[in-house]
């Protein structure tokens, strides 16, 4: 396999003509067409002679070779050390009075498309990312490594821990900020895990971001998605873990939703993040390098770096359900949990046979605490008889905190204390955001949008 994962046959076309991946190019075809874009590495491993071009509205086109007349290089890749800043062009300007770390996890946005098979596999590695998006250089210099290459679903706890280790070795090393190349699946639990870990201080931002399709496929968000994740962690004022994606269909603004505030709300579109129970952190504008900050009350830059690491991986997410709700509580029980969060029905309740489950859960040290699935608005025990008698049995009810939040905190507080009242101390204690005061916000205002 030649370079970029080309066929020697393709190989040999580009390297006869000068060209390598990355170049801009602009090629006469046999049908009289002329294209111009950059030369993208080859996401398959087919023999077929064809060349993937990246053209300027974000679409890659396959271009058989025995169909190319002529190719005119326009533009020319850097080559940078390994390591070092990867910038796509020589005469690209890249901002260099603030350095960037982008640490890859996995994901979509780190994918490539097969193109005999049509699946998508995390096989495009952190330094094609960037060299794939030259716009963000715009904003800094940009140092890569790749932490894990997973997909988002096979995300666990242990590995949150690590990837906040890693985010506080770039700030010690003097980062301006960090983005995190993530599957969105489950982005939003690993957001929340780093806002715990990092509550007490950061000196800049970490701007999570991904991608609903991956990088070559038409129509991508990838390389809209990182810019503004670039943005973020260079230039934002505030120091603070979020979720930097796009914040309607169109490749208008992305916004920054707080990592503990963030869900993903639909499978596909490009503007599937939304804070649930908060208005985002901020609007940003990529194609121009503005941030409009919507929430004033933020943490600024420059606090010390603390990092409280660590998660206790025996806890459960369940959501209540017309059924067996009680057996399922009963048999996390004997299976040696050491916490339980529940998605009750609307204030958070759960059928009245799973109460004395939830009894003994607590009377073996077992903390259960009690979210709403509706996610929007708040949990409140006291309204109907059902509420109360959870609350004699001992839950924690957790006001307006999303479940998934609520299951990554309390992960986070059990590698702290197993007491039941400390537990139930930090539970209800808002460390990151993760509760508000009382509010009437159900979805976001027109002015969010309309700014």
Do not use: C
Not at 75 to 93: F, I, K, Y
Not at 103 to 110: F, R
Not at 307 to 320: I, Q, S
């Amino acid at each position: 396999m030649g370079v970029g994962g080309y066929p020697e046959q393709v190989s040999r076309f580009l390297e006869e003509h000068g060209v390598r991946v990355g170049d801009r190019v602009r090629l006469r075809l046999s049908s009289g067409l002329e294209l111009t874009g950059v030369i993208m590495p080859r996401y398959s491993h087919s023999e077929n002679p064809v060349i993937i071009v990246k053209l300027g509205n974000g679409y890659n086109v396959g271009v058989r070779v025995s169909e190319v007349e002529a190719i005119e290089r326009m533009e020319t890749v850097a080559r940078s050390s390994p390591g070092a800043p990867v910038p796509l062009v020589e005469d690209l300007e890249v901002a260099s009075d603030r350095r960037v770390a982008l640490i890859g996890t996995g994901g979509t946005i780190a994918s490539r498309v097969d193109y005999e098979t049509g699946a998508v596999k995390p096989s495009l590695s952190q330094e094609e990312l960037v060299l794939s998006v030259p716009e963000a250089l715009r904003y800094a210099s940009i140092d890569v490594d790749e932490v894990y290459a997973v997909l988002s679903e096979d995300m666990k706890p242990g590995m949150w821990a690590r990837i906040a280790d890693e985010v506080a070795r770039r700030f010690e090393r003097g980062y301006d900020g960090v983005v995190i190349a993530h599957g969105t699946d489950t982005m939003g639990y690993t957001a929340a895990a780093l806002s715990f870990a990092f509550h007490k201080g950061l000196p800049g931002p970490v701007a999570l971001t991904g991608a609903q399709r991956s990088s070559d496929r038409p129509s991508s968000d990838a390389a809209f998605n990182l810019t503004a994740a670039v943005l973020v962690a260079a230039r934002a004022p505030f120091a603070e873990v979020v979720v930097v994606m796009h914040g309607e269909t169109g490749d208008t603004y992305a916004l920054a939703h707080r990592g503990v505030r963030v869900r993903k709300m639909h499978t596909s579109r490009r503007d599937a993040f939304q804070s649930i129970n908060a208005l985002p952190l901020a609007k940003i504008y990529p194609d121009r390098g503005e941030i409009r900050v919507i929430d004033r009350e933020y943490r600024p830059r420059g606090r010390e770096l603390v990092l409280e690491n660590g998660f206790d991986e025996r806890v459960a997410l369940v959501k209540h359900f017309p059924g067996m709700i009680r057996e399922v509580i009963d048999a996390l029980v004997d299976k040696g949990v050491h916490g339980i969060v529940i998605e009750g029905t609307g204030f958070g309740h759960v059928a009245s046979d799973a109460i004395p489950s939830i009894r003994r859960a607590v009377e073996e040290g077992i903390p259960v605490v009690v979210a709403s699935q509706t996610l929007f608005g708040r949990v409140n025990l006291n309204v109907y008889s059902n509420g109360r008698r959870m609350l004699e049995a001992g839950v924690i009810p957790v006001e307006d905190m999303l479940p998934e939040t609520a299951y990554v905190k309390l992960s986070w507080v059990l590698a702290r204390t197993r007491d039941m009242e400390e537990v139930r101390r930090f539970m209800t204690t808002s460390l990151a955001g993760e509760i508000s005061g009382r509010h009437n916000l159900l979805l976001y205002p027109r002015w969010v949008h309309d700014a």
